[in-house]
């Protein structure tokens, strides 16, 4: 029973270490092609890159408008009724706004995009491994990296931070709607409030956190498709733990940057 | 360099070859050399280690021992820009085509010219015209892979090997799972191309009548071990008893006689 246990958690730990060295492998990997690619003259894809900031950022534009409005509209009715009681209804607006551009936008807009387009990125190149396309670009001497890896990692890093910027707006246009509808305060009112609430740093602490969860996207995508070795089935399961391990990861990094961010004032 | 002198130069060459894979030998030490304008056929029965040999030679798999040269660069010793420097001189046509699904055909034979000349987009499109001609498929030069039929996916693929004159060409199972016609027709155009262009040429494949047809020398293949390796006469007048198993397609003795499924039947009524 005992020993079970303990070798249960060996092999657990084992392959933790196995997928951490992986992950790290493709981060250096993914840097030098990003990075020290165009200063050996390797070709910039400008024009799979753009294809994939579309997919990415323009394909999730809808869902992210409709998301992060309805989310500023809740936490806009929940504060209210909450403050309310200390007779705070005029702080709803600074809450609606940090609570949006700090914590919901980013966090919100990395849970859609992993669902959308990391899923997508773990099966494309998790078939292409299954039918030999990723080993026809290795023999043509291209290499896969370069070629699938480095544009939907820089599509994301530039995609989310741009949704982000949109979610924020919508987020606070749903808080904007709940306060008019309920308070018959002036929308203009509110948005001045949320103006003078809101500072610089609050809107670049969301940035930061979108970069950094755009980053994990394109990486557990990539990593799950290309480790993807057997058939069909296997693509599946790879769309489903690209998904379920982004956003395990998205959060727990978000802990670390919230907390850092805090802890600095 | 004239064609005489260029046929006979050693283009593939591989060395002790030994690979493991989960705890099965698939290559007990193989040695293989195919020279320009010469046609190598890896002939032998599925699981016996013939696509992982192929795997091996164009380096997508590393050898657990033994060296592989292609076009004269060590793959397992080389840096990797080394390794896609010589890789330039090799085209490979994969079993299912392994055509990029997004792309048309004319877009995936450019693609190596995309990749790897600074050629007008206008040029590439005649030479992606050109080489899909070669292998009968100009017609369908604007249609996705999947619209086509599998026999002119791997048609297709043969293109795609061929957008950079490569003077390797490796194929894997040419005529797997197309219809007899089909499969003929393909073995007259490996024919056809050798003619035009002395390339080193490495076919694996299971299907006889294709490999006796193609093949300048061959190996019999067999648990990872050449039976036989030798001109299609030679091997066809070996008497080695597995080479004649296999050329006279008579089953293993696990299955000979469908022994068990008479027993079974005999039990059961």
């Known amino acids: 029973?005992?020993?079970?246990?303990?070798?249960?958690?060996?092999?657990?730990?084992?392959?933790?270490?196995?997928?951490?060295?992986?992950?790290?492998?493709?981060?250096?990997?993914?840097?030098?092609?990003?990075?020290?690619?165009?200063?050996?003259?390797?070709?910039?894809?400008?024009?799979?890159?753009?294809?994939?900031?579309?997919?990415?950022?323009?394909?999730?534009?809808?869902?992210?408008?409709?998301?992060?409005?309805?989310?500023?509209?809740?936490?806009?009715?929940?504060?209210?009724?909450?403050?309310?009681?200390?007779?705070?209804?005029?702080?709803?607006?600074?809450?609606?706004?940090?609570?949006?551009?700090?914590?919901?936008?980013?966090?919100?807009?990395?849970?859609?995009?992993?669902?959308?387009?990391?899923?997508?990125?773990?099966?494309?190149?998790?078939?292409?491994?299954?039918?030999?396309?990723?080993?026809?670009?290795?023999?043509?001497?291209?290499?896969?990296?370069?070629?699938?890896?480095?544009?939907?990692?820089?599509?994301?890093?530039?995609?989310?931070?741009?949704?982000?910027?949109?979610?924020?707006?919508?987020?606070?246009?749903?808080?904007?709607?709940?306060?008019?509808?309920?308070?018959?305060?002036?929308?203009?009112?509110?948005?001045?409030?949320?103006?003078?609430?809101?500072?610089?740093?609050?809107?670049?602490?969301?940035?930061?956190?979108?970069?950094?969860?755009?980053?994990?996207?394109?990486?557990?995508?990539?990593?799950?498709?290309?480790?993807?070795?057997?058939?069909?089935?296997?693509?599946?399961?790879?769309?489903?733990?690209?998904?379920?391990?982004?956003?395990?990861?998205?959060?727990?990094?978000?802990?670390?940057?919230?907390?850092?961010?805090?802890v600095q004032g | 360099m004239s064609r005489a002198e260029n046929t006979g130069r050693v283009l593939v060459r591989a060395q002790g070859l030994h690979k493991q894979m989960g705890g099965r030998t698939v290559l007990a030490g193989l040695d293989l050399e195919v020279r320009a304008g010469e046609t190598m056929v890896i002939l032998g029965p599925s699981g016996c280690g013939k696509s992982t040999l192929l795997r091996c030679l164009a380096g997508l798999e590393r050898p657990d021992r033994g060296r592989v040269f292609l076009a004269g660069v060590d793959l397992c010793a080389a840096s990797s820009r080394q390794v896609r420097a010589a890789r330039r001189h090799l085209g490979m046509a994969f079993q299912g085509g392994a055509l990029f699904g997004s792309l048309t055909l004319a877009e995936n034979v450019e693609l190596p010219l995309v990749e790897f000349s600074r050629l007008p987009a206008s040029t590439r499109r005649i030479l992606a015209r050109i080489k899909l001609g070669m292998v009968g498929l100009e017609e369908a030069m604007d249609q996705l892979p999947s619209e086509i039929s599998g026999g002119m996916r791997k048609r297709a693929a043969l293109a795609r090997a061929l957008a950079l004159d490569p003077e390797?060409?490796?194929?894997?199972?040419?005529?797997?799972?197309?219809?007899?016609?089909?499969?003929?027709?393909?073995?007259?155009?490996?024919?056809?191309?050798?003619?035009?262009?002395?390339?080193?040429?490495?076919?694996?494949?299971?299907?006889?009548?294709?490999?006796?047809?193609?093949?300048?020398?061959m190996v019999l293949m067999h648990e990872g071990k050449f039976l036989v390796s030798g001109t299609p006469a030679q091997v066809r007048a070996s008497d080695h008893p597995m080479v004649r198993r296999f050329l006279d397609r008579r089953p293993p003795e696990t299955l000979e006689g469908a022994h068990g499924l008479r027993r079974f039947f005999a039990e059961s009524t």
């Not at chain 1, 997919?55 to 009724?81: C, K, T, W």
């Not at chain 1, 959308?116 to 990296?145: C, F, N």
Request: proline content about 3%; charged content about 15%.
């Open chain 2, 168 to 217: 390797i060409l490796m194929f894997d199972e040419p005529s797997a799972g197309l219809d007899p016609i089909t499969a003929a027709g393909l073995d007259q155009l490996l024919l056809a191309l050798k003619a035009l262009n002395p390339v080193a040429m490495v076919v694996v494949t299971h299907e006889m009548e294709s490999a006796f047809v193609i093949a300048d020398r």
């Open chain 1, 1 to 262: 029973m005992l020993t079970a246990v303990v070798r249960g958690l060996g092999a657990a730990t084992r392959r933790f270490l196995v997928e951490t060295g992986a992950m790290w492998a493709l981060v250096m990997v993914s840097l030098d092609r990003m990075f020290l690619g165009p200063l050996r003259g390797e070709r910039m894809r400008l024009g799979a890159t753009i294809a994939q900031a579309a997919r990415a950022g323009a394909g999730s534009l809808p869902l992210v408008a409709l998301i992060s409005f309805l989310v500023g509209v809740i936490l806009a009715l929940q504060s209210l009724f909450q403050l309310q009681k200390l007779g705070a209804q005029s702080l709803v607006a600074d809450l609606v706004a940090i609570a949006v551009t700090r914590e919901m936008a980013p966090l919100l807009t990395a849970i859609i995009v992993a669902g959308r387009y990391g899923s997508s990125i773990a099966a494309e190149i998790g078939t292409m491994k299954v039918s030999q396309e990723v080993d026809a670009l290795t023999v043509m001497g291209v290499d896969p990296y370069a070629f699938l890896v480095v544009p939907r990692l820089i599509a994301l890093l530039i995609a989310l931070p741009g949704l982000v910027i949109f979610a924020d707006v919508m987020g606070i246009l749903g808080g904007m709607t709940a306060v008019l509808l309920v308070l018959n305060q002036s929308g203009g009112a509110f948005l001045s409030d949320a103006a003078a609430a809101l500072e610089l740093r609050d809107i670049y602490v969301g940035l930061v956190k979108s970069v950094a969860f755009g980053g994990i996207i394109g990486l557990v995508g990539c990593r799950l498709g290309l480790a993807v070795g057997g058939g069909a089935d296997e693509v599946g399961r790879a769309t489903t733990s690209a998904v379920v391990r982004s956003i395990v990861l998205i959060i727990v990094i978000d802990l670390l940057v919230t907390a850092v961010f805090y």
